[in-house]
């Protein structure tokens, strides 16, 4: 579904006492020039779909379109920083009410009346100071019904000093009934990371999620037509483009434009030119390729329709909310469809259920067809100031168990913390707790580094202010509350009941190491490392474990193997030891095994000729001979000497890989150094002749077909 253009228009307030200072000395309308150059370039770089204007009121009796609704450009950003560049307000502007009223009820003639009959998002952004009243009278209640009813969408950023807010209270709340009147938004700020963050995260300010078509299965015969769309959304920098300097102009956009040629090579003669069927995509093993080309193209591939296929129910302390990955997903009923209705109450039905019996479902979700599916669980969604939403579910994505990450953590104690140490830190949680009303709408932040990125970005195009160069003003965006002198006292006096000790890391070779959590901070330190070092001593290492067959590097994990199995022998754990690598030596025989019969590829008979190798010393080592001769006779000449595979079985015979006889092991083996020899001979195929017996013919079959005629 495409996203619906944006229409915005902002209104400026210049009124006298919006020319006071506001933070840093920097004056209200300066301000709110930098807001709204910084987020109309946010929405440039972001999106292709959106239209600007710009109206002001306050300075004289009528109210100016400074800037005419249309697609925005770097001339618009100058334009924007020309505004209100005198100060000298004629002394009969009308009454503040009446100001407030004139510049709403012309911005919405304008909206109302620019593009009349197309769809778009129709937004109007009022910046003011509060200063000026907005009247609860007929005006006023006439012009917001007339806003709700046109569906526009209204923003008001009232831009107040903190000290002041106290004395505006009045005024601010009336805008805020206003704002709910006509169902808009408000905020209180007097810096620009508030207003960018407040504006970005509105409705209409952003572009518009795609909604995809999918089904949802609940089984094979039951399936209901809804949609997904993603709750929260990335908000990436557009990547640098390189340009040519040389043949770049400034009145035509695309002269500049770098294309690259890409030319492969053969790396055994470079002078050779690779052309396309002559490549091969391949995965990488360790040092090695494995290609991939051809027909195993479509085995790598999971053929499926776009879907969400439930798989089952579980309580819903079961799924940790560490465990979401990725971003989160709505899924709701699909309207535009016959059975939206019904959908939509399946959804709701299944939304309650779940949220009574505490469950969430697990499902396979595909998000596009033959894309890779996703396991995610699905919920109800959560509780909200609007009450509870059964109209649609969220889905949030699971890990698989190759996703997993397990990490042994050093053991914490709680045996050596004290009561003045708890008493400590939770006096410095509570004075650094954000209250609530710091930001009713959530928790929301603006990213510092976009706002460094589009302040240089507007240096460079010479529209910003100079008052606001670099980061400056940006200061109120991921700042810390620990900067505050008191709560800093706080942090020292943890620091205090708490002392940090050192850890020695004097000792060598591959010892215990002491962990914080080991140090009893009513020790001394030198002695309980001390301690450790001595235990240290008497541990000893645990022995490795035995290949898994799922392996990537299994000739370097099996050599590591047979060199333990080297250093530890004569010892107590030897038979441990060659146990470990008789299993091992069995995932070796599959590992073989897959790579030639399912790989087929020279890389792949390179690696299973390497573990071959691998087998073979490791079973001198652990007597194992006859088996590996017995593997050799049974399996690898019986199915690869013929065949589709018999590349492997020559690169066997160059190598001279073969039995294992008398002369490479000192122990009793049955086989001989001739018969080893023989056993890689090439065989040689003697024709002959079939031996054909002539008999005498039969007279009676012909008197037989003499007597049916």
Known sequence: MAS??????????????????????????????SIIESFLLHRMLASKTIEFGLLTYGSSDTCVEEIEIRKPSLDTLKDIQSIGGHKDIQGDVQGGTDRVYMGIHAA??????????????????LFTDAESELANDNNTRSIAEDLKSNECIVYIVLIIDKLKQSSLTSQISRFRDFANDVGGYLTVTNDLAGAMGFLSSGPGMGTRPTQSKIAF????????????????????????????????????????????????????DPDEELEFEDRVKGYKYGPQYIPFGGMDDDVLKLSSPPVVRLLGFLPANRVPRYHFLDVCFVLGPNPSTPEGEGAGRVIAALSRAMRKLDQVALARFVKRENSDPWLVAIMPKPDSEGGRDDRALVMHRLPCAEDLR????????MDGVTAE???????????????????????????????????????????????LTGVLGFDDTFSSMGDVPEISMLWRTVREHCELLPRDNSEKGRKRKVFWADVDIGEDVNKTIKQEQSESKTNVEPLP?????GSVN?????????????????????????????????????????????????????????????????????REHDAFNQYMRDTIKRKFSVGRHFKFWESIRSDGVTLISSEDTAQVCSVTAAEARDFLAEEKIVDVAPNIETKEEDQDEDDLFDNMM
Request: charged letters at 20%.
């Open 108 to 125: 919405h003639k304008i909206v109302t009346e620019t593009n009349s009959g197309k769809k778009f998002n129709r937004v109007i952004v």
């Open 554 to 622: 299994p000739t370097e994990e099996f050599t590591v193997l047979l060199k333990t199995f080297a250093e530890e022998k004569d010892n107590d754990r030897t038979d441990e030891l060659r146990h470990i690598i008789v299993e091992s030596l069995s995932a070796l025989r599959r590992i073989v095994d897959l790579l030639v019969t399912t790989g087929g590829t020279s890389a792949h008979y390179r690696k299973a000729l390497a573990c071959i190798k691998c087998m073979r010393e490791g079973s001198i080592q652990v």
């Open 421 to 467: 140490q708890t008493r400590a830190v939770s006096s410095a949680i509570d004075a650094m707790t954000i209250p609530s009303a710091l930001s009713p709408e959530g928790l929301l932040m603006f990213n510092p580094s976009s706002l460094a990125v589009l302040s240089r970005i507007q240096q460079r195009a010479g529209v910003s202010s100079s008052c």
């Open 4 to 33: 619906m253009k944006t229409m915005m228009l902002h209104v400026l307030d210049l009124s006298p006492s919006m020319w006071e200072s506001v933070s840093k000395g920097i004056c209200k309308v300066d301000l709110c020039k």
């Open 406 to 413: 397990n990490f042994i953590f050093p053991p914490l104690s």
């Open 545 to 549: 474990s035995p290949l898994n067959e």
């Open 217 to 268: 299965e609940l089984s094979p015969d039951f399936k209901i037509p809804c949609f997904y769309c993603s709750k929260t959304s990335k908000v990436p920098l557009p990547s640098l483009k390189k340009q040519s300097n040389a043949s770049y102009d400034v009145d035509m956009p695309d002269s500049g434009k770098v294309s690259m040629s890409t030319m492969y090579r053969n790396p055994s």
